[in-house]
């Protein structure tokens, strides 16, 4: 149960997801 790797893979994805986005 790696929870925590998944939430900051996630996250991760997310960030780049909003600048590219943005950009």
Known sequence: ???DSE???WGM???TYR???IN
């Open 19 to 21: 600048i590219t986005y």
């Open 7 to 9: 939430m900051a893979t």
């Open 13 to 15: 994805a997310e960030i």
């Open 1 to 3: 149960y790696q929870r």
